[in-house]
């Protein structure tokens, strides 16, 4: 179980100031996550920083991979940020007695310089917006796929390209089940409405103040809505989507944080070329649906998340909580090391 975050007051770490640390777990923090829940808490030790899990979401059945996935996000942006500021992020993954209770350890394996495509990627970190409103006509052309693909690939990660037509429509087909059965479930529509709607402060869904689009029956890639109040109905969306399923080759913890720093890449990529994303959770969501959505796959790539990415006009920011009620209170190290997997 995660620490209580406390209001320790920020340190300096890795050779960085006490600024340059605030802005690297700030950068960290824009990661996206389940119902903007920013399940992520640092850990700030002058020799590392650790990344630690909080949250969990009963009603999901598979909500302690979506943790993970988001804190896998969070990872990647603290990469990046580390990397502007000329250190090369050694990181180890569920790090045990070194790090307790830690899903990740960041530690200074040396310096490098800060590559264009590196601050091109931190640039839009703060860009990076989930948009649930239709996509322009334009297609993605083919050099932003592959650049996509590139990026989930250096990751350690899969993304699949849904491309075949019975694949589309058998994809479509699971997301509509998937939706069906969450809409029947209560436990998790009181979840969904706990997260999502007029919620005040710093977590959770907020509704756009903007009018935007209620999916539509024949919208069949945009289901879920989570703005209440005045829309405007009469916009559809794109009937031919790029759909894409961010994967992994193993299934296991590892290889959902490993996920989730491919999801972060594919997201960034996306965003330098001027492209967003939509996550379609459904089919991930609901652990039947998810086992057919493995066998359409092919049964070898494990399926983490669905998206939709096109080109899509500007959305607000969700709101961050701010770092200081991300921080948890350091407690003396052992001597012990034991690391069971780095990148």
């Not at 943790?67 to 942006?77: E, K, V």
């Not at 086992?291 to 998206?307: A, E, F, K, S, Y």
């Not at 990415?309 to 959305?315: A, D, N, Q, T």
């Amino acid at each position: 179980m995660a620490r209580t975050p406390t209001s320790t007051p920020m340190t300096a770490a890795l050779g960085l100031s006490v600024d340059e640390v605030g802005e690297v777990l700030e950068r960290a923090s824009l990661a996206p996550s389940v119902h903007n829940s920013q399940p992520w808490r640092f850990l700030v030790r002058a020799e590392q920083i650790e990344l630690h899990a909080d949250h969990h979401f009963p009603a999901i059945g598979l909500a302690r991979r979506e943790l993970r996935l988001s804190c896998g996000a969070a990872l990647m942006n603290m990469r990046l940020a580390l990397q502007h500021f000329g250190i090369r992020p050694m990181v180890t993954l569920f790090p045990g007695s070194a790090a307790p209770g830690a899903l990740a350890v960041v530690r200074h394996g040396g310096f490098t310089e800060p590559t264009s495509e590196t601050d091109a990627l931190l640039r839009a970190v703060p860009r990076r917006r989930t948009n649930v409103r239709p996509f322009g006509r334009s297609p993605v052309p083919e050099s932003a796929r592959l650049l996509l693909v590139r990026a989930a690939a250096q990751e350690r990660g899969w993304l699949h390209v849904v491309s075949d037509r019975e694949e589309r429509a058998w994809l479509c087909e699971l997301i509509k089940r998937a939706d069906r059965l969450q809409q029947a479930d209560p436990v998790h529509q009181a979840e969904l409405a706990a997260w999502t709607g007029c919620r005040e402060g710093n977590d959770g869904v907020a509704p756009e103040p903007a009018r935007r689009s209620r999916p539509r029956p024949e919208d069949e890639w945009v289901l879920r809505d989570f703005a209440p109040g005045e829309k405007d109905a009469q916009q559809p969306f794109e009937s031919d989507p790029f759909i894409v399923v961010v994967c992994s080759f193993y299934d296991d913890q590892v290889a959902e944080l490993r996920a989730g720093q491919a999801l972060q890449g594919v997201l960034l990529y996306a965003a330098t070329a001027g492209l967003s994303a939509t996550f379609i959770p459904q089919p991930v969501q609901v652990p039947s649906v998810r086992d057919d959505l493995r066998r359409l796959l092919g049964g070898t790539l494990i399926p983490h998340i669905v998206l939709r990415i096109g080109y899509g006009s500007p959305v607000p920011a969700t709101p961050r909580r701010p770092v200081r009620e991300l921080l948890l209170e350091p407690e003396p190290l052992t001597r012990s090391a034991h690391r069971v997997s780095s990148r």
